[in-house]
């Protein structure tokens, strides 16, 4: 049976309209989502430590929308690692003992579970270059802190962060990038500092004045982070230029910070004023 080209023609435009349609109501099917590989949606993720409960919130890079992540049922949460999603998310806070893992189903997330009990507080966690979870404890300005590597239910100490190679107090701050490299910030002590950590010495890399430096995250050649308050901010560790990378108004302590994607900006970000940069010289 012949079909009339104009009727042809008039199914083949419903046809892409169809189409066109599906694409914007369910652009995911389409363009893979707005995810990196298995990690969790493109995006810049962050937790204020005085909320209660305690909440992962998420800024969408194009729109600038905030979404909650996760909430937890009840308590505070001051840090937290995606490295794990969408299986699971480990989390703690700062002034208990424990790391928390959360999985996500199909349905939602599920109960939170205790993965470990330390001796003393959890300050901070992240998953390490071999994929096991490190862990800090820290004491202020007290005495010197420890990051644990834990393998089951073993911690054994990984490195220790001397305050006199900081010179100054350290909350338990610290982090992994891509390659390996430590890093460690102060926390919510002033000045802010950034050190690189390179073959069991560490170098101070960044030092800001006017704010301080908490729940760093480094990835492709950029460092983000808190300043204990309502900014998060991001570094260029290859120029030293800071920008206000987000502000949350109503915020009182972003503890901790996690970026999806190559995030350098959110709409108009605004300079900083002048913070010192250190090229770090290695010691052979």
């Known amino acids: ?39 969790a949606p493109v995006g810049l993720y962050y937790a204020d430590g005085y909320k209660s409960p305690g909440t992962i ?3 969408d890079p194009a729109t600038s929308l905030e979404t909650t992540f996760y909430q937890r049922p009840r308590s505070r949460l001051t840090n937290f690692t995606l490295d794990r999603f969408p ?34 507080y959890v300050r901070d966690l992240a998953f390490g270059p071999d994929r096991a979870l490190y862990f800090s ?23 220790t962060v001397r305050l006199a190679e900081l010179g100054t107090g350290w909350r338990g701050d610290f982090t992994f990038d891509e390659n390996g490299i430590l890093y460690l910030t102060p926390g919510n002590f002033r000045p802010g500092r950034i050190f690189r950590v390179e073959n ?21 050649g950029k460092a983000y982070y808190t300043d204990w308050g309502q900014h998060i901010y991001v570094l260029d560790l290859a120029t030293g230029q800071e920008q206000v990378l987000h502000t949350k108004h109503n915020a009182h302590w972003l503890s901790d910070v996690y970026v999806v994607g190559d995030i350098s ?20």
């Open 1 to 39: 049976m012949n079909i009339p080209e104009h009727k042809v023609a008039v199914m083949l435009w419903l046809t892409l309209l169809l189409v066109l349609f599906s694409i914007l109501l369910f652009p995911s099917s389409w363009a893979g989502s707005e995810t990196v590989s298995n990690e």
């Open 57 to 59: 919130h998420r800024l």
């Open 87 to 120: 299986s699971e998310l480990y989390f703690g806070y700062t002034n208990t003992r424990y790391i928390y893992k959360v999985t996500k189903t199909d349905t939602g997330w599920g109960n939170e579970e205790i993965v470990y009990t330390h001796t003393t």
């Open 137 to 159: 404890e820290a004491y202020g300005a007290g005495r010197d802190g420890i990051i644990y590597r834990l393998e089951g239910n073993t911690a054994t100490p990984y490195f």
């Open 200 to 220: 069991g010495q560490v170098h101070k890399i960044f030092e800001s004045p006017d704010h301080m430096i908490a729940g760093i995250f480094v990835r492709n």
């Open 265 to 284: 900006v959110m709409p108009s970000p605004t300079p900083t004023p002048v913070s010192s940069f250190w090229l770090p010289i290695v010691m052979k």
